[in-house]
C-alpha cells in the first residue's frame, strides 16, 4: 500500500492550495482517509477526514469553512482544497487510510489510522 500526498508549497496569506493524495494497492473504496499536519515541535493534529463512501466528513474546528475534503474512489484520489490560508496553517501535511467496515464512518484520531504518506510541506508566509 502507497499513498503519495503531494500540492504542497509556499503560498502568502489568504493565498488557496489543493493537496492530493493519491493510492495505490488496495480497494480505495473499503478506506476511510484522513489529513492530518504537523508543525516543528509540534504534535500531529488532525486536520479533516472522509468516510469510505464521501457521505460524511468532518473537520477540526481551526479549518472548518476554509478547508475542504472530497474524494474520487474511480482515480483512488482524496483531495483538500485549503482556502484562506494563514500562516498557522504552516506544517508537513499527511494522509492516512484506515480500512473501515462501516461506510459513512469518519476517524479524528491518529491512533485509528494504519497506513501514512510521506507528507508535502505547506509554508504560509508573506
Known amino acids: 500500500v502507497q499513498l503519495q500526498a503531494s500540492g504542497g508549497g509556499l503560498v502568502q496569506p489568504g493565498g488557496s492550495l489543493r493537496l492530493s493524495c493519491a493510492a495505490s494497492?488496495?480497494?480505495?473504496?473499503?478506506?476511510?482517509v484522513g489529513w492530518f499536519r504537523q508543525a516543528p515541535g509540534k504534535e500531529r493534529d488532525f486536520v479533516a477526514a472522509?468516510?469510505?463512501?464521501?457521505?460524511?466528513?468532518y473537520y477540526a474546528n481551526s479549518v472548518k469553512g476554509r478547508f475542504t475534503i472530497s474524494r474520487d474512489n474511480a482515480k483512488t484520489t482524496v483531495v483538500l482544497q485549503m482556502n484562506s490560508l494563514k500562516p498557522d496553517d504552516t506544517a508537513v501535511y499527511y494522509c492516512?487510510?484506515?480500512?473501515?467496515?462501516?461506510?459513512?464512518?469518519?476517524?479524528?484520531?491518529?491512533?485509528?489510522?494504519?497506513?501514512w504518506g510521506q507528507g508535502t510541506q505547506v509554508t504560509v508566509s508573506s
Open positions: 492516512a487510510a484506515v480500512r473501515a467496515g462501516d461506510r459513512d464512518s469518519v476517524y479524528a484520531r491518529a491512533s485509528s489510522y494504519y497506513w
Open positions: 494497492g488496495l480497494t480505495f473504496s473499503d478506506y476511510a
Open positions: 472522509i468516510s469510505r463512501s464521501a457521505i460524511s466528513t
